[in-house]
């Protein structure tokens, strides 16, 4: 009979390979006990604001090329798409660790009500995308004087 000495972490990463796995995503290899380089699947940050007169959503893609991202609105739903391309490996270079994420991504937000979704725009600027979703006319609130009599 062997003895094996119990490891809590183990389990732990165990526990983790099998819920990567039924997401459907990669799991974390390991060599000898140890992280082997992985290219995880990835999704950009994303913030979402409103004022008075619009939605703002503010999209984190850095090192993404604007002719790789493409923005879309149909039947009330914002669709942003896109791909980082990995770097090409250079000779002679060796990499230790990777955790950058890359490839192609897609990220998809219903339109509220009230949104005029044909004057939709889009800046590209710094790794910074910005959607500017404005509100009709009719969405906007109105002050209503009461009179009392």
Known sequence: MNVVRWDPFRDLEEMSDR???????????????KETMTV????PAVDISESEREY????????????????????????????????KEE????????ERSYGSFA?????????????????????MLNLHLPKSERAKPKAIDVKIG
């Open 19 to 33: 819920l990567n796995h039924v997401f459907g995503r990669p799991a974390v290899q390991r060599e000898r006990g």
């Open 40 to 43: 995880a699947d990835w999704s």
């Open 56 to 87: 703002l959503i503010h999209v984190e893609l850095p090192e993404v090329k604007k002719e790789d991202v493409k923005v879309s609105v149909e039947e009330g739903v914002l669709t942003i798409h896109g791909e980082r391309k990995q770097e």
């Open 91 to 98: 000779k002679g270079n060796k990499y230790h660790r990777v």
């Open 107 to 127: 990220r998809s937000f219903t339109v509220p009500d009230g949104v005029d979704d044909t004057k939709v725009t889009a800046e590209f600027k710094d790794g």
